[in-house]
């Protein structure tokens, strides 16, 4: 399968289970590997076969800054399920959301989750 990757993502949002994130907000970056096939938008040299990164961004967008949730996994299915939703072509996509600055003591570069979903 054909891979588009976009990484990097960054949005503001207001998610978390302390209500201080809910208020304050905290950055989140998104990193997505769609997997599609391209033969077609390729041959054609043709975007409507293909998948639009700005439309794609636009996508993501919609879950991680119009909503609110406690968990970033939430986040990542909502992505998913978006995705799947804008996209007929995707037949998978893999979706990591980052927190890079959580409110939890210690040293590390972020935390994150990754889920990998298929079209059902």
């Known amino acids: ?10 949005f503001y949002a207001y998610h978390g289970v302390f ?10 970056r998104v990193d997505i590997v769609m997997e599609a ?27 991680v800054e119009k909503e609110q949730y ?3 996994e939430t986040i990542a299915e909502g992505v998913a399920a978006n995705l799947f939703k804008n996209f007929s072509i995707l037949k998978r996509v893999n979706v990591k959301v980052i927190k890079p600055d959580p409110p939890i003591p210690g040293h ?13």
């Open 19 to 28: 209500s201080e994130e809910n208020k304050l907000g905290q950055r989140f």
């Open 70 to 72: 406690d968990l970033v």
């Open 108 to 120: 590390y570069d972020h935390v994150a989750i990754e889920i990998v979903r298929g079209r059902q």
């Open 1 to 10: 399968m054909d891979k588009i990757h976009m990484q990097g993502m960054e």
């Open 37 to 63: 096939d391209l033969r077609e938008a390729a041959a054609e040299d043709n975007i409507e076969k293909s998948i639009n990164y700005a439309e794609a961004y636009e996508a993501v967008k919609d879950v």
